[in-house]
Structure formats: C-alpha cells, structure tokens
T-cell receptor, first 110, second 118 residues
C-alpha cells in the first residue's frame, strides 16, 4: 500500500529556508505527490503538488527526485505563521484513498 | 465564505448514543471525502463520494458507521452506538474533478467536528 515517511519534527529560524523531506518509495508511476499543512484546530490546507518536475507556487517549491521515491517541500523564508504539521500524501494505487501518515511538525523560532 | 462547512464543530455524547455530522462541500464540487483524525496522527481516510455515489469505504468504517450524500450535495456521517474509541476529529473535504495535471485531486477541508464520547 502507498506509504510516506517523514521526520516527526523540524525546527527553523524565522526568515530562513526550510527543507521538509518525504520518502515515498512505493509510489506508482502515475501518482501525484501532494503536500498539505495543518495549523492547530484547523483542517489540512493544500500547499503544492507535482508529478515529476519541480514545481513552484506562491507558498512553496516542491523538488521531486528523479526516481520519484522522495520529494522535498521548500519554504523559502519561514515565518511564524508557517508553524504547522506538514504532510506529504499519496493516493493508494487504483483507489480514491489518500494516505496521510504522521507528518512533520515544523517549529519556527523567532 | 464558500469553503467547506461542517456542523456541529463539537459534539459530546454518551457511550451508546447515535450521532450525526453534516458536511456542506464547496458548491459544484463533485468529490467528497470523510476522514478521521486522532490526537498526534494524520487524517485517516474513511470514505469517498463522487456525486451521490459512495465509491470507496475504508475498512475503518465499521457497520456502525454510515455515510450518505443525497443528491450529490451535502453529506452526513452517522455513528451508531458510539464507543469511547470513536472519540476523534471528523474531517470532511471536497474537490472538483477536472482535467489532467492532478488539480482535481486537490482537497479543500472543513474545520472538522470534534467528537467526545464519555
């Protein structure tokens, strides 16, 4: 079944770049990699997604390994408002089931 | 605001009682998902609707759980004979099926219903 592995927690200083890694060695060739974040007492919020190429949007960048078995979410300048749990998620192949895992809790230090 | 709305936000019930939660997706979103989230864990998939059809159910969804989406609009999740282990946040998400590029898989989540079973 689709599975993602992320570090439990990471810390960053404010205004510094943050690289959040995710391993997804079981990914199939056609599955997109999605990243969401969840702030306290809120539902998850979409951040970015990609298939093979690196992707950029106003929130973040996504770097995808050539073999697609891992990816890295890049926050270029962390702010206190970026403190959240970040999830990389996959869809279980052939299903509509999305697998979240336990995510990475990002702490941003002022 | 036309985001995903869930009602109630909090529900406290006694063991053995039935509870029902409602989710109003973003207008015109044809895909709807229910998840359950316990403390310190990521959301766990429960079920998926495309329009009014329930196309997938997790094994987590025991016989005590039932979900509906009449007319392909709002959805309800009912838990019968609640148990203490049902205490969790129940999240609803919706998305709009669209063309290529993975954009149709972007889910918009509500704030959730927190259930406490005493």
């Amino acid at each position: 079944d689709a599975k993602t592995t992320q570090p439990n927690s990471m810390e960053s200083n404010e205004e510094e770049p943050v690289h959040l890694p995710c391993n997804h060695s079981t990914i199939s060739g056609t599955d997109y990699i999605h990243w969401y974040r969840q702030l306290p007492s809120q539902g998850p919020e979409y951040v970015i997604h990609g298939l093979t190429s690196n992707v950029n949007n106003r929130m973040a960048s996504l770097a995808i390994a050539e073999d697609r078995k891992s990816s890295t979410l890049i926050l270029h300048r962390a702010t206190l408002r970026d403190a959240a749990v970040y999830y990389c998620i996959l869809r279980a192949s052939g299903t509509y089931k999305y697998i979240f895992g336990t995510g990475t809790r990002l702490k941003v230090l002022a | 605001d036309t985001g995903v709305s869930q009602d109630p936000r909090h529900k406290i019930t006694k063991r053995g009682q039935n509870v029902t939660f409602r989710c109003d997706p973003i207008s015109e979103h044809n895909r709807l998902y229910w998840y359950r989230q316990t403390l310190g864990q990521g959301p766990e998939f429960l079920t998926y609707f495309q329009n009014e059809a329930q196309l997938e159910k997790s094994r987590l969804l025991s016989d005590r759980f039932s979900a509906e989406r009449p007319k392909g609009s709002f959805s309800t999740l009912e838990i019968q004979r609640t148990e203490q282990g049902d205490s969790a946040m129940y999240l609803c998400a919706s998305s709009l099926a669209r063309g290529a590029g993975g954009w149709g898989n972007i889910q918009y989540f509500g704030a959730g219903t927190r259930l406490s079973v005493l």
